[in-house]
């Protein structure tokens, strides 16, 4: 036979070949093999996916349809309470999740839960979001075996920004935490919309799809019952794809797929097609294009191949130019223009980073360079075209009105130039919403080293106490000294970072916390975490520096004690940190709640150690008057820390720093008639002798 022959033969057993391969891996067939129902309603139902007992992969799976209602309606699970209205084979399953509600006409008030069991839910996609005039929403779930909490406070303080859910208009949100599994969310009222009734009788808390919220002025009165929210699955039980590779008979990837890790602590992963084929990659791919090269009429092929690459050049060169012109808008929408020009209002430029060059020292943004979650969503680790590592997060939703307080912030906080400040480097605006680019902090955060117990021993009292006093300090300098005074509003241990040589850099301040030089109050969204909330926010609704005192002081006491501000592991008298440090105060136990590690026989470790619970004591006043100024504490903690002789500076200056802060502070109502120093000293004395 000659060459054409063998050519035939080649060909006819190629196509031999393909035909049995797709005919092998029709999804259609296999569904209709075991009775497979792949609708129910409007909702397709893909393998891995199933509705009964051989059509899905695990009760992980299992969609029940309730056939019932016209038309049927959908739920994950055995429990009907999670209709699913949409399923992707990207790894995410859209559910409707309850809207928890507190409504003061009809005095009806309930949470709401959402268990997503093995799953998780997605931390990218979801926000969470409280309205209402006069609003506390809560959040509540488990992280890695743990728990967890959050909680955001909104206020009407000025006219409703529609579209936005912006400071002071009706509405809060919070980004939730990568890896949260089952929660529980609340709405409630400080003062029962006692000044609000006429036109907000409810108070609303939710997770929800961010790109699937627009907030109104309407959703003050009336929000929906159930509300679309994003949840990640993938295929969990036997671990990620190099593990899951070994157990042949579970891998669910079939032919012609690639494995790809899912991005929670769990383990798991996702299959998908390899290039070229397309279809079910749980059940097989099949091919469509190029993956088999036939030697056949290679003139008209490649006529084909020259058309198809000219029509790509061409469809490339318009994708340019459309995306060009797409960032150049972002780019004037979100302030590029002043904030370029040295010769404008702002004063000296700010850096500004091409989307393109974030982009790339990202790989796109990849899931893998994440390392933390921030106010507005992930935290992504980045390495610039001079290999300098930097940190890359999202701004706060800017247009409108809003812009030309982006354009100032941004100019005020790159100008701060403070040691222990993680500085801004620049902006990049030529995206839908900013991202802020920050100096890199190489060793976690306070928090973390607080909660691994493995790590936490390794901090010596001298260092937690350089740690306090830097990070008073900066609180000190942005209340008084900064040209343009902050409240940080959200001051925490995981919100300090630390370096290689554990010293602190303060984080997350802003862009939306700068205080316009006429106002002492700050009547506004608090977005502080459940645990460092000041108590008298929620009955005066007025923010002031005293609250970054208050929040400060439960950090001292984290950092005293290695505990975390809130523990849902502890007894419910004992879950809130603060109260189970005035309790033990007040049972005369003070060294019995400390961190065995900071104490020794030295009188001087011991003094500190004395003072700064008393310190701490005066910061967690209920009323904001008697918690003494952030200036105040700085100045007392460089003077113990000159006790151990750490710190320089001259006698007087001691002296001074001893009269400014040698103040009675209570806890409590300030009718106690006892000096809580006094009180400090003799519960840990009293603590020493009991051991």
Same mark, same amino acid.
């Given at each position: 036979?000659?060459?054409?022959?063998?050519?035939?033969?080649?060909?006819?057993?190629?196509?031999?070949?393909?035909?049995?391969?797709?005919?092998?891996?029709?999804?259609?067939?296999?569904?209709?093999?075991?009775?497979?129902?792949?609708?129910?309603?409007?909702?397709?139902?893909?393998?891995?996916?199933?509705?009964?007992?051989?059509?899905?992969?695990?009760?992980?799976?299992?969609?029940?349809?309730?056939?019932?209602?016209?038309?049927?309606?959908?739920?994950?699970?055995?429990?009907?309470?999670?209709?699913?209205?949409?399923?992707?084979?990207?790894?995410?399953?859209?559910?409707?999740?309850?809207?928890?509600?507190?409504? @003061?006409?009809?005095?009806?008030?309930?949470?709401?839960?959402?268990?997503?069991?093995?799953?998780?839910?997605?931390?990218?996609?979801?926000?969470?979001?409280?309205?209402?005039?006069?609003?506390?929403?809560?959040?509540?779930?488990?992280?890695?075996?743990?728990?967890?909490?959050?909680?955001?406070?909104?206020?009407?303080?000025?006219?409703?920004?529609?579209?936005?859910?912006?400071?002071?208009?009706?509405?809060?949100?919070?980004?939730?935490?990568?890896?949260?599994?089952?929660?529980?969310?609340?709405?409630?009222?400080?003062?029962?919309?006692?000044?609000?009734?006429?036109?907000?009788?409810?108070?609303?808390?939710?997770?929800?799809?961010?790109?699937?919220?627009?907030?109104?002025?309407?959703?003050?009165?009336?929000?929906?019952?159930?509300?679309?929210?994003?949840?990640?699955?993938?295929?969990?039980? @036997?671990?990620?794809?190099?593990?899951?590779?070994?157990?042949?008979?579970?891998?669910?990837?079939?032919?012609?797929?690639?494995?790809?890790?899912?991005?929670?602590?769990?383990?798991?992963?996702?299959?998908?097609?390899?290039?070229?084929?397309?279809?079910?990659?749980?059940?097989?791919?099949?091919?469509?294009?190029?993956?088999?090269?036939?030697?056949?009429?290679?003139?008209?092929?490649?006529?084909?191949?020259?058309?198809?690459?000219?029509?790509?050049?061409?469809?490339?060169?318009?994708?340019?130019?459309?995306?060009?012109?797409?960032?150049?808008?972002?780019?004037?929408?979100?302030?590029?223009?002043?904030?370029?020009?040295?010769?404008?209002?702002?004063?000296?430029?700010?850096?500004?980073?091409?989307?393109?060059?974030?982009?790339?020292?990202?790989?796109?943004?990849?899931?893998?360079?994440?390392?933390?979650?921030?106010?507005?969503?992930?935290?992504?680790?980045?390495?610039?075209?001079?290999?300098?590592?930097?940190?890359?997060?999202?701004?706060?939703?800017?247009?409108?009105?809003?812009?030309?307080?982006?354009?100032?912030?941004?100019?005020?906080?790159?100008?701060?130039?403070?040691?222990?400040?993680?500085?801004?480097?620049?902006?990049?605006?030529?995206?839908?919403?900013?991202?802020?680019?920050?100096?890199?902090?190489?060793?976690?955060?306070?928090?973390?080293?607080?909660?691994?117990?493995?790590?936490?021993?390794?901090?010596?009292?001298?260092?937690?106490?350089?740690?306090?006093?830097?990070?008073?300090?900066?609180?000190?300098?942005?209340?008084?000294?900064?040209?343009?005074?902050?409240?940080?509003?959200?001051?925490?241990?995981?919100?300090?970072?630390?370096?290689?040589?554990?010293?602190?850099?303060?984080?997350?301040?802003?862009?939306? @916390?700068?205080?316009?030089?006429?106002?002492?109050?700050?009547?506004?969204?608090?977005?502080?975490?459940?645990?460092?909330?000041?108590?008298?926010?929620?009955?005066?609704?007025?923010?002031?520096?005293?609250?970054?005192?208050?929040?400060?002081?439960?950090?001292?006491?984290?950092?005293?004690?290695?505990?975390?501000?809130?523990?849902?592991?502890?007894?419910?008298?004992?879950?809130?940190?603060?109260?189970?440090?005035?309790?033990?105060?007040?049972?005369?136990?003070?060294?019995?709640?400390?961190?065995?590690?900071?104490? @020794?026989?030295?009188?001087?470790?011991?003094?500190?150690?004395?003072?700064?619970?008393?310190?701490?004591?005066?910061?967690?006043?209920?009323?904001?008057?008697?918690?003494?100024?952030?200036?105040?504490?700085?100045?007392?903690?460089?003077?113990?820390?000159?006790?151990?002789?750490?710190?320089?500076?001259?006698?007087?200056?001691?002296?001074?720093?001893?009269?400014?802060?040698?103040?009675?502070?209570?806890?409590?109502?300030?009718?106690?008639?006892?000096?809580?120093?006094?009180?400090?000293?003799?519960?840990?004395?009293?603590?020493?002798?009991?051991?």
């Amino acid at each position: 036979m000659g060459l054409s022959g063998k050519c035939l033969r080649f060909v006819l057993l190629q196509m031999l070949l393909l035909m049995v391969d797709n005919a092998a891996l029709n999804p259609t067939q296999l569904a209709k093999r075991h009775d497979c129902l792949t609708k129910c309603g409007d909702l397709e139902i893909p393998y891995p996916f199933g509705t009964k007992s051989g059509c899905y992969l695990s009760r992980d799976f299992l969609i029940t349809c309730n056939d019932k209602t016209n038309p049927p309606i959908p739920y994950w699970g055995t429990k009907p309470n999670l209709n699913v209205t949409n399923i992707s084979m990207e790894g995410q399953l859209q559910v409707l999740s309850p809207v928890s509600r507190d409504c @003061n006409n009809s005095h009806s008030r309930f949470g709401a839960s959402l268990n997503v069991g093995d799953f998780r839910i997605s931390y990218i996609e979801n926000i969470f979001t409280v309205i209402g005039c006069d609003s506390s929403g809560y959040i509540h779930g488990m992280l890695n075996k743990r728990s967890y909490s959050g909680s955001c406070n909104s206020s009407c303080e000025k006219p409703v920004d529609d579209g936005s859910c912006s400071p002071g208009s009706g509405c809060c949100q919070l980004p939730i935490p990568k890896d949260l599994r089952g929660i529980r969310v609340y709405a409630s009222s400080s003062n029962k919309q006692k000044n609000v009734s006429q036109f907000n009788q409810c108070n609303y808390a939710f997770v929800i799809e961010d790109n699937k919220f627009h907030f109104s002025a309407s959703n003050l009165s009336n929000i929906a019952v159930k509300v679309p929210t994003a949840v990640d699955w993938a295929i969990t039980g @036997n671990g990620n794809c190099k593990k899951a590779k070994k157990n042949k008979a579970a891998y669910a990837c079939k032919k012609n797929t690639l494995c790809k890790d899912s991005n929670n602590s769990s383990g798991g992963y996702l299959c998908h097609c390899k290039d070229g084929y397309q279809g079910n990659p749980y059940l097989g791919c099949k091919c469509i294009k190029n993956c088999n090269k036939l030697p056949l009429g290679l003139g008209v092929g490649l006529g084909s191949v020259t058309l198809t690459v000219g029509s790509y050049v061409i469809y490339y060169e318009f994708r340019k130019r459309r995306l060009i012109e797409v960032r150049k808008k972002f780019f004037k929408q979100n302030g590029g223009e002043f904030l370029s020009d040295p010769s404008g209002s702002t004063g000296d430029a700010a850096t500004i980073f091409p989307a393109n060059d974030l982009e790339m020292a990202t790989k796109n943004f990849d899931e893998k360079t994440i390392i933390g979650k921030g106010r507005n969503g992930p935290v992504y680790k980045a390495i610039l075209k001079d290999n300098n590592p930097v940190a890359i997060t999202k701004s706060m939703k800017v247009g409108g009105s809003q812009t030309k307080q982006f354009i100032h912030q941004v100019s005020v906080l790159s100008k701060i130039n403070h040691r222990n400040v993680v500085k801004l480097l620049g902006c990049c605006l030529d995206t839908k919403d900013p991202f802020l680019v920050y100096e890199f902090v190489t060793n976690e955060t306070l928090f973390d080293h607080i909660r691994n117990k493995d790590k936490a021993p390794t901090i010596p009292w001298e260092t937690r106490l350089r740690i306090a006093a830097e990070t008073a300090g900066v609180l000190s300098y942005m209340h008084s000294e900064a040209g343009t005074p902050f409240i940080h509003r959200d001051v925490k241990s995981s919100n300090i970072l630390l370096d290689e040589n554990f010293t602190a850099k303060v984080s997350d301040f802003g862009p939306s @916390n700068v205080v316009p030089m006429d106002v002492t109050q700050l009547s506004t969204m608090v977005q502080n975490t459940l645990g460092y909330l000041d108590p008298e926010y929620l009955h005066t609704g007025q923010l002031t520096e005293k609250s970054d005192v208050y929040s400060f002081g439960v950090v001292l006491v984290e950092l005293m004690t290695g505990e975390q501000a809130l523990s849902f592991d502890r007894t419910e008298e004992d879950r809130l940190l603060v109260m189970k440090f005035c309790s033990f105060l007040k049972k005369g136990r003070l060294s019995r709640i400390l961190d065995k590690g900071i104490i @020794n026989n030295d009188k001087t470790n011991q003094q500190q150690i004395k003072e700064v619970a008393e310190l701490a004591s005066r910061c967690l006043n209920v009323k904001g008057v008697e918690r003494p100024s952030m200036k105040e504490v700085a100045m007392e903690l460089k003077r113990l820390r000159q006790l151990g002789g750490n710190v320089e500076g001259t006698n007087e200056e001691i002296e001074n720093l001893r009269s400014e802060t040698s103040s009675t502070g209570y806890y409590g109502d300030g009718n106690n008639s006892t000096s809580m120093k006094d009180q400090v000293s003799e519960d840990f004395d009293a603590g020493i002798e009991d051991e």
